[in-house]
């Protein structure tokens, strides 16, 4: 089975710094991508997702990822953090309706 | 906007009873999903459904079943509850196979 391996349990970060989360996949054939954030008391949503074409995916609040084929990796990036962005963050891999998570990352962001 | 509503945020429950969690989701979806949520561990997929009456173990599955009489509704039970059954429920559903998945605010659980 494919599994997803995220390399940070907590990252914490100051105001405007940047920020790149890990993560890596198992599986070698075609698959979604997925990064989805969970804010304090709230559920999950979707971030950004990639299912083909540029390799660099843009989602909303300014954050990005870029999907490496050859790495098997999906890293989430954001420029200049802010103190709203403090969240955990999960990384998904969705290959025919087997939708799989890491263990996700803790973001504080202090102000 | 896609809704998942999930009866219960909050439950405690006694070791041994029967529970049911109870999902909803307002938008069609033909796939649902039942997730647990642990520190450290991330979603572990329980059980998913991609149709009526279907029904797929994911990882985790022992200790639970579900059912899906109704496409918009998506029911986990825990047969006899455990307390290592205490955690965070999260259902969610999505509309074709490998497309994202729209979460429930999750239903926590505890067992005493």
């Known amino acids: 089975a494919q599994s997803v391996s995220q390399h940070n349990h907590h990252v914490i970060l100051s105001e405007a710094a940047s920020l790149e989360l890990g993560c890596n996949y198992s599986?070698?054939?075609?698959?979604?991508l997925f990064w989805y954030v969970q804010y304090p008391g709230q559920h999950l949503q979707l971030l950004l997702k990639?299912?083909?074409?540029?390799?660099l995916v843009k989602g909303i609040k300014g954050f990005e990822a870029e999907f490496i084929k050859s790495k098997f990796s999906f890293n989430l990036r954001k420029p200049s953090v802010q103190w709203s962005d403090t969240a955990e963050y999960f990384c998904?891999?969705?290959?025919?309706?087997?939708?799989?998570f890491g263990a996700g990352t803790r973001l504080t962001v202090k102000p | 906007d896609v809704k998942v509503t999930q009866s219960s945020r909050y439950l405690v429950k006694r070791t041994g009873e029967k529970v049911f969690l109870e999902c909803v989701q307002d938008m069609d979806h033909e796939n649902m999903f039942w997730y647990r949520q642990d520190p450290g561990l991330g979603l572990r997929l329980i059980y998913f459904s991609y149709d009526v009456k279907m029904k797929e173990k994911g990882d985790i599955p022992e200790g639970y079943s579900v059912s899906r009489e109704k496409k918009e509704r998506f029911s986990l039970i825990l047969e006899s509850a455990s307390t290592n059954q205490t955690s965070m429920y999260l259902c969610a559903s999505s509309l074709v196979p490998d497309t994202e998945a729209f979460f429930g605010q999750g239903t926590r659980l505890t067992v005493v």
């Open positions: 599986y070698g054939g075609t698959v979604n």
């Open positions: 990639y299912f083909s074409g540029d390799p």
């Open positions: 998904a891999v969705n290959l025919n309706n087997d939708m799989r």
